[in-house]
């Protein structure tokens, strides 16, 4: 079980204030969006909290650790993410990838251990990709690799999991049916995911906690419950958005 | 150092055919008569042969040319390429060439005797066969009278020291004489072009510059830094040459002469003094410098008569 | 479902096997072509000690210091190609591309137009090369980006300002010793044997790289990717750049910039052994070696009795056999 404590972080990217003395706290079997505007930051968030981008002031704990101060090894155990896109240059093959993600824990010396080969095995089958994993990844669509890079973070078995547009390219039944199941199994394990999201209704559907980036440092956080509501949203988007509630689902549309 | 002036018409007896070889080779800086021959090389390394040469490799085309002249051209057995002359030295095998020398080859002819030119041969490939334990003599000729002793070292290395003296002797007079004849006129300003595009000249530490001056004539760019530099036609123009003298290769009439025809501002393009000679005559440090000196003297003598009628 | 179909150790150590005999096949053929033409008693023997005179000064003299030198050259350039293409995560660098050839290339001319001993110029290449990599370490962090888009350019323009002072020494040169240089900068294998401490730089490489070789695979997925694993990228595209410029370095003062080889040996080995590092690395270097054995013997053989540069036939063996493997490797998927 994990936890991460975000205290009084400033972020800025050139002159643009992502978010300004940023108090969170992220309990585990918790699933975060983070939503806003193009440019409000989303992605340098993620990179943050994952230990790849120092902030301008403030602290990140996982389990109790500061996030930039522990070992880059260390941190790989405990917080694993998903990029937006991944550079094209890629001769290897999925299961090459998927082996890959299995760094933290192989140990210098010892090398990849049947342990590893078992957990990628099972990683494959549950995320119905045995017929993707043998192929060089450079000539796969683009839904299939993401799908093969999801799967490297769920190999990779880390306590928190960041997502930066995991939907992104994938069919509207995968993006459904995969993400959902993978969030379910991670909430039942006690991780914590934070994903960026594009989409409003995707993240209120799938989240119960939203982060939301006004811009200009501001920010508004809290359960999906109270914080999907017209006026947030239409302030955050700069645009008039509408909510409907139909056959039991909620759903915003911009007007 | 002097020109000897021995005359060539001695008429030797048995002694004094004794006293002519003890002088020559004393002179030669070599020691012999007995089993063993020595010769210091130009490097100062003394090559020490139990008997004269018989099998000699020659890593360049004049000292394929000496050999032949002094009579030891059938101790030969490779050459450099480009070893033509005489026609004999043609069927020689070809050991290499001024970029690289097949070592195995040369290893494979047995030699007895290996001659080196620094100013064409690698040096590492030169050490190379000194550490195979070949016997490598160095030379390094640069003037008229190098050439000469060049001769009679050779001559000694292969035992025939006579037929070396003597050549060297007649080289030494042919010299001599043309000097006489030729080196006391009213001096010439002399433009050499050895290439055509880029213009390549030779200053005034190449044996061309003392053919020049024992004709009666001045190397204009005498005084140049390195030894074959190259010089743009404003340098020629400036310095204005009488007589412009250039290869001529083979049986080709030389085109740098018709190239020089629109600068008619040149002296010697206006005179016509625009002379061809062979260019191996004058490349090659060898006997045949006595032909290019002389093809060179009569250049000379005929822009003379066109200057000075 | 298994990887590939087979168990991939047997599979790696088939493939190993195969390259050493590679080599051992060219070391042979290699003792006993030239122009003296020896069978293999004669150069066993003279192997052994044995052999006639003339043989054995040929054998053990001659070709063998050459083949050795060559093997050495081979694998080291091999291997600092796969260096240097991880590295910029670009398939056209080679090891020359950061300009340490042309670093060692400027101070061996103007070793050669100062008219110094022979012996000097493998001291001028190896100074030059080091030289070049120092430079190269203070551009980068004066500007402060490492990343492999930075370095590239930096290495170019670094490349680019040899050349130029390249051109000029060739042109202010007397023209006696400009066919010397000339041969020098296209790749000519010194008649030295290779020596130890060459030798050993090339073993602590290959040894660094094995043990690095799963780093290196990260590295290849991209430094954010690689970072977000838990590898400390700076340190390791540093040690990457120190290890590749050593091994040019020495490569360079055994045979001066002999090219092709690290640019097409782990493009080509990796379309035949694939992208894992522990295997693409060990291989790159024995095909390498194999390579420029065969190419110094073709370098003797083929217009006996003048010698090629070495460099020249890299190229012409090469460019054939990587066409002929990217048009199977096209049909097999592997871009």
């Known amino acids: 079980m994990s936890d991460v404590t975000v205290s009084g972080l400033c972020i800025d990217v050139g002159r643009t204030r992502v978010c300004d003395q940023l108090d969170l706290a992220l309990k585990p079997g918790e699933v975060w969006s983070v939503i806003g505007r193009n440019g409000a930051g989303k992605t340098t968030l993620l990179h943050t909290l994952a230990g790849l981008r120092a902030p301008q002031a403030g602290s990140i704990s996982i389990d109790g650790s500061n996030v930039h101060r522990v070992s880059a090894r260390v941190r790989a155990q405990r917080v694993s993410i998903l990029f937006q896109q991944l550079d094209e240059m890629s001769s290897l093959t999925g299961h090459e990838i998927l082996i890959n993600a299995r760094h933290p824990w192989v140990s210098r010396w010892e090398g990849i251990q049947e342990q590893d080969e078992e957990i990628v095995q099972r990683v494959v089958h549950e995320h119905d990709i045995v017929h993707l994993v043998d192929r060089p990844v450079g000539i796969l669509s683009g839904g299939e690799r993401r799908r093969i890079e999801l799967a490297a973070v769920a190999v990779q078995d880390t306590g928190v999991i960041l997502l930066d547009e995991p939907v992104n390219h994938l069919d509207l039944h995968f993006q459904i049916e995969t993400l959902s199941a993978l969030l379910n199994q991670w909430r039942a394990q006690d991780k914590i995911v934070m994903m960026v999201m594009h989409d409003l209704n995707l993240a209120t559907r799938f989240s119960d906690q939203l982060l939301c980036l006004m811009g200009h440092g501001e920010s508004l956080s809290g359960p999906t419950k109270t914080i999907a509501t017209e006026e947030n949203f239409s302030r955050l988007m700069k645009h008039p958005i509408r909510r409907y509630d139909a056959h039991g689902q909620t759903v915003f549309v911009p007007l | 150092m002097t020109v000897r002036a021995l005359s060539p018409h001695c008429t030797p007896a048995a002694a004094l055919r004794i006293a002519f070889l003890a002088l020559t080779v004393i002179w030669g800086n070599g020691v012999s008569l007995g089993d063993v021959l020595e010769q210091a090389d130009d490097r100062g390394s003394v090559i020490t042969l139990p008997a004269p040469a018989m099998r000699v490799v020659s890593l360049a085309p004049h000292l394929t040319e000496i050999l032949f002249d002094i009579g030891a051209g059938d101790r030969l057995v490779g050459a450099m390429a480009f070893s033509d002359f005489p026609e004999a030295a043609r069927l020689l095998p070809r050991v290499g060439n001024y970029s690289y020398l097949d070592l195995e080859l040369i290893l494979s002819l047995k030699p007895d005797l290996i001659l080196g030119w620094r100013g064409g041969n690698r040096e590492s490939d030169l050490e190379t066969l000194g550490n195979l334990g070949l016997s490598v003599f160095e030379t390094d000729p640069r003037t008229l009278e190098d050439v000469a002793a060049l001769m009679r070292r050779l001559g000694v290395l292969t035992g025939h020291l006579e037929t070396a003296s003597n050549r060297a002797q007649q080289f030494e007079a042919a010299i001599h004489r043309l000097r006489n004849e030729y080196g006391s006129r009213r001096a010439l300003r002399v433009f050499y072009q050895v290439w055509d595009q880029p213009i390549y000249t030779l200053n005034g530490n190449h044996v061309v510059t003392q053919l020049i001056e024992g004709c009666g004539g001045i190397n204009v760019f005498s005084g140049l830094q390195s030894v074959s530099p190259v010089v743009s036609i404003e340098a020629v123009l400036e310095a204005d040459p009488e007589v412009i003298v250039g290869p001529r290769e083979s049986d080709q009439s030389a085109l740098w002469m018709s190239r020089w025809t629109t600068w008619p501002t040149v002296t010697a393009v206006k005179g016509e003094q625009l002379h061809a000679i062979p260019a191996d005559l004058v490349a090659r440090m060898g006997p045949r410098l006595v032909d290019a000196m002389d093809a060179m003297c009569r250049s000379l003598a005929a822009a003379r008569t066109h200057y000075d009628g | ?335």
Do not use: C
Request: hydrophobic share 55%; aromatic share 4%.
């Open chain 3, 1 to 335: 479902m298994k990887h590939a179909g087979k168990n991939p150790s047997a599979r790696r150590r088939a493939t190993l096997s195969g390259l050493i005999v590679l080599v051992v096949i060219a070391l042979a053929l290699s003792l006993t072509r030239g122009s003296v033409d020896l069978s293999w008693g004669d150069a066993a023997a003279a192997l052994m000690g044995k052999g006639n005179a003339l043989a054995s000064a040929v054998v053990l003299d001659l070709r063998l210091p050459r083949a050795l030198s060559a093997l050495v050259v081979g694998s080291a350039l091999a291997l600092a190609g796969v260096l240097m293409q991880v590295l910029l995560r670009n398939p056209l660098a080679d090891p020359y591309v950061l300009g340490t050839s042309g670093g060692s290339a400027v101070l061996v001319l103007i070793a050669m137009m100062a008219g110094a001993p022979h012996s000097v110029v493998p001291v001028a290449a190896g100074a030059g090369a080091l030289i070049s990599m120092v430079l190269l370490l203070l551009l980068a962090r004066s500007s402060g980006d490492w990343s492999s888009s930075r370095l590239l350019l930096t290495g170019i323009v670094l490349a680019s300002g040899w050349g130029a002072l390249i051109s000029f020494l060739l042109s202010v040169s007397p023209a006696q010793q400009i066919q010397g240089m000339l041969f020098w900068l296209m790749g000519d294998l010194q008649p030295v044997t290779p020596g130890w401490w060459r030798s050993g730089v090339v073993l602590a490489a290959l040894m660094l790289s094995l043990i690095l070789a799963r780093d290196l695979n990260l590295l290849a997925e991209g430094d954010l990717r690689a970072r977000s694993l838990g590898l400390r990228t700076g340190l390791l595209r540093l040690a990457i750049l120190l290890g590749a410029s050593a091994l040019t370095a020495v490569a360079v003062t055994l045979a001066g910039p002999v090219g092709f080889v690290g640019l097409v040996i782990p493009h080509m080995m990796r379309l035949l052994v694939g992208p894992d590092h522990r295997l693409l690395i060990p291989s790159s270097m024995l095909a390498g070696g194999a390579l420029l054995i065969l190419s110094e013997m073709t370098a003797r053989i083929l217009w006996a009795p003048q010698q090629l540069p070495v460099g020249v036939i890299t190229a012409f063996i090469g460019v054939p056999v990587f066409l002929l493997l990217l048009q199977k490797g096209a049909s097999r998927g592997r871009p």
